[in-house]
């Protein structure tokens, strides 16, 4: 999965777990009426210096040769961490029942084959906007999968290759 997929499939996630309006954040339009939540991605990582092994297969084509083309996709175990703002009436309501849903395995059931790793605490941020206070919630969330689409590699294939073996004493 591309990090815009993953971006997405949250967002469709904690608008369902909540039921409020969820943006992803740099939009460049309007917010919604409140109260919403904003998602932002805001750091990717590999947790892994090593690529998971993945099996070599033939791609059913044939090179410029004649030669059947096989290819190879590294596994990559990956993190996502997401900053989430809630705003409006009844914000940090919203942001608990993301953190409580990360505890249930069925309410997470939705993400598969993402893994949600942590939800950080809710801070309250109240904000000052046009001489009044506006509620404002934020925490933290980090996810976790494997990706295998960044890179394929395409493999030269030998079909024969000499071999010569002599006997010394």
């Not at 039921?19 to 939540?37: D, K, L, M, R």
């Not at 395995?105 to 084959?113: E, T």
Request: proline share 7%; charged share 20%; hydrophobic share 40%.
């Amino acid at each position: 999965m591309t990090d815009d997929e993953i971006h997405a499939a949250l967002v469709q996630w904690i608008a369902a777990t909540t039921g409020a309006s969820v943006i992803q954040a740099y939009q460049s339009a309007p917010p919604p009426a409140e109260p919403y939540i904003s998602v932002a991605l805001t750091a990717t990582r590999e947790l892994s210096p090593h690529p998971i092994s993945v099996p070599i297969v033939a791609t059913g084509g044939t090179t410029e040769d004649g030669k059947d083309e096989l290819e190879q996709t590294p596994n990559v175990d990956h993190e996502w961490q997401f900053s989430l703002q809630s705003v409006g009436a009844g914000c940090e309501g919203l942001l608990r029942k993301i953190k409580n849903a990360s505890h249930s395995p069925y309410a997470m059931q939705s993400l598969h084959p993402i893994k949600l790793h942590s939800v950080g605490n809710v801070n309250r941020l109240p904000d000052a906007q046009n001489l009044r206070w506006d509620d404002r919630a934020a925490c933290d969330l980090i996810l976790r999968g494997i990706t295998r689409d960044a890179l394929t590699i395409t493999i030269e294939t030998i079909e024969t290759a000499p071999v010569t073996i002599t006997r010394t004493a």
